[in-house]
């Protein structure tokens, strides 16, 4: 077994960049049942290295649900690009949360009385013939910015434990994250060799019922899990071999677009973490490793680099 320099204990938050805070959270709480446990404004140097964006005064909620926390950004002195449009889920800066629901048909109600936007035409069931997956459904849709979102329920037998204990409430939790990536084999040297993230299920999803759940036409999508070593949640990517036309992500991206997401990894030591990953040839979105004085971020350094394709990872210390 090869040993890693790195290694993730757990997804700390899932965040992304809003252009409205108010708008964001009232969707997250009144539709999808969040919580908001934290708000700070944050600003100054140190903020301004970890993020890679001068003078970004900025506005952070932390949103809660079950045991899994999203975090949302807005820049209070730079608006930026918004998620374009059209785009499609093979694009490589597509990338989502999967929020596991108890009842499927009750949370599409839910989307449906709030005229949620959606990318799949109605909740899919994952077909027999996908051994691995067979009965889950899936519905993919969007906030107010347009960031993809999924609702995802298991049958016996499937997804983690946690999510088949007795909960009480429609929207129990975050299970993953899932990332359209270029090239399997190279994400997983990223996040497997260097990050010592572990191999989970691996399926290759194909036929009508993935093209009405991703609105894509003929897909065919090598779907590969990795664990960190406290899961769920965990990370998903989505190789779409079909099609195979997948924008990558703009060359001059900044944190400030809407677009921007970043994974948030819990590592021992965020110092020894940067110098592997430089030694790697990783690309560094922050100046240095950052000491964060405002506690209600929930860690005391971190820096952000980017994985193969451009997706935001912030790798950060307790």
């Not at 204990?9 to 252009?19: D, H, K, L, N, P």
């Not at 003078?55 to 899994?68: C, D, P, T, V």
């Not at 990536?181 to 019922?209: H, K, M, P, W």
């Not at 990894?265 to 000491?291: I, N, T």
């Amino acid at each position: 077994m090869t040993t890693t320099a790195v290694k993730v204990r757990e997804i700390a938050t899932f965040g992304f960049t809003v252009s409205d805070m108010a708008r964001a959270v009232h969707f997250y709480e009144e539709v999808l049942g969040f919580e908001k446990i934290a708000e700070t404004e944050i600003a100054g140097d140190a903020y301004d290295a970890l993020s890679g964006v001068a003078a970004s005064g900025a506005r952070i909620a932390h949103l809660r649900l079950g045991e899994q926390i999203v975090e949302m950004t807005e820049y209070l002195s730079h608006r930026g690009r918004p998620i374009p449009v059209p785009w499609r889920g093979n694009d490589l800066w597509f990338q989502h949360v999967a929020i596991v629901v108890s009842d499927m048909e009750k949370a599409y109600e839910q989307l449906r009385r709030h005229r949620v936007g959606q990318i799949s035409l109605e909740p899919q069931t994952i077909p027999e013939t996908n051994v691995a997956a067979a009965g889950i459904m899936a519905l993919k849709f969007c906030d107010p910015d347009g960031h993809a979102l999924e609702l995802i329920w298991f049958p016996a037998g499937k997804g983690s434990e946690r999510w088949r204990r007795p909960a009480g409430r429609l929207f129990r939790g975050i299970d993953h994250t899932a990332i359209s990536v270029s090239n399997t084999e190279q994400s997983l040297a990223f996040y497997r060799d260097l990050l010592g993230l572990t191999l989970g299920g691996a399926t290759v999803n194909t036929g009508i019922v993935q093209e009405r759940l991703d609105g894509v036409i003929n897909p065919r999508v090598r779907v590969t899990a990795v664990m960190p070593e406290k899961s769920p949640p965990f990370v998903e990517f989505l190789h779409y071999e079909v099609p195979s036309d997948a924008r990558p992500i703009p060359g001059d991206t900044t944190a400030v677009d809407l677009w921007h997401w970043q994974t948030s990894l819990v590592v021992d030591d965020v110092a020894a973490a940067a110098k592997a990953l430089r030694a790697a040839g990783v690309r560094f979105v922050s100046s240095d490793v950052v000491d964060v004085p405002n506690k209600a971020l929930g860690f005391a350094r971190a820096v952000m680099v980017t994985d193969p394709d451009g997706h935001a990872v912030r790798l950060v210390q307790r």
